[in-house]
Structures are given as structure tokens and as C-alpha cells.
């Protein structure tokens, strides 16, 4: 008596890009490469990084504790565009790459004027934490905490701002400034082409001004 091995009859994917199908974590296989051909830090490479926090925290489980580390970072290019994200991981590295793809994710541009500051007062409340912030018509930047870090690198310039609430947490109070600016603000996505819309084509029309009807 013979057997007889099925065969497989899987056909590979059309897109490849030589990955190995068995990475890390189970998950793998080939994936359709990005249309334009760049990655993620070319994207978010003309914008600066500040940290605002950098935390160890510690979460207990049936064998011990774990310790990993929580970073709050904000992106921006001092021209309008800020984002706010937070990352965790094993080593600081791992969540500050983490904190900076999340700031991508969550960037905002903001409606300055010409003489870089907000077109009127916006305030906003976070948990515990409460700001304020509006033009000051030509006083220049006051403001503290993470507000200052946010103004500055956001391009801000002619604006005031003020923590209402006692809160000395630099993450609520950075999550505040973001959800008041975001008032005055659109959405910003990075590596976006902007497709201009085709100019209208006006038809001449030609009148013989001869042949009008007079008004009697």
C-alpha cells in the first residue's frame, strides 16, 4: 500500500520585499513596500525633538517587577507644526522612538498670524490641569513649564500663557496646551503632497456692442 504527500498549493505573494516570514513576535511575511519609497525618518527629519519627561516606572506581576521607561516628547518646526507623543519601553531608546511616532501621529498646525502669535484667547482643561493662553500684542513669550516648550518649538512668539490649576505635571499640562491649541488648529500629516487645484478657465466672450438693444 502507497501513500501519497499532499502538496502545497500556497502561491508566494506578489509583493515582496525579502523579508523573513518567521520575525519576531510571529508575525511577518512580505508586506507591499510605501509608494514613495521613504521611511519614517525622513519624514519627520526637518522638524526638532525636545523631551519633557523621562519617567521609570515599575509594574508588578505574578513573578516580580518589571521595570520599563516612559518618555513625553514634543515635535515641531517652528513654523506653525507641534506634536505631542508618549512611548513606553525596556530601554529609553525603544520609548523615545515610540514617544516620536506617536508625536507624528498626533501633529497639529497651527493658524498663526503675521507677527507669529494665536487670532484670539483659547483655554482648555486636561484631568487636573488647566491653561490659558492668548496674545499679548507685541510682549514677546511668557510663559513657563511646557507651555514655553510647546510655544517655542511651535514658532509661537506673541503669546501669553497661564496654568489655572495648581497641577505640577508637565504631561497634563503639555495635554492641555495641545487640546487649547487644537481650537485653532487643522490637522497635519507628514510627507502629505499638497495638490493644487487646477486654475479655472475663464471663456471670452465676445459682445458686438453694435448690435445691442437700445433703450428707448
Known sequence: MTTTTPTSTNTPRPYSNNRNTAGAGG?????????????????????????????????????????????????????GVVGLGTGKGNDTALAIAKALKDAKKNAIKIKMTDKHSIPYDVSAKFTSSKVMIFPNNGKGLVAGAAIRDIAVISGLKDVSAKIVSGSKNKLNTARATMKALSAISTKHVFGAVKVEAPEEVKSEVKVDEANLPTKE
Open 27 to 79: 508575525q511577518g511575511g512580505d508586506r507591499r513596500p510605501r509608494r514613495d519609497n521613504k521611511s519614517f525618518a525622513d519624514r519627520v527629519k526637518d522638524v526638532d525633538q525636545k523631551i519633557l519627561d523621562i519617567r521609570r516606572v515599575t509594574r508588578v506581576v505574578a513573578g516580580g517587577r518589571r521595570m520599563s521607561f516612559a518618555v513625553s516628547m514634543i515635535i515641531g518646526d517652528k513654523k
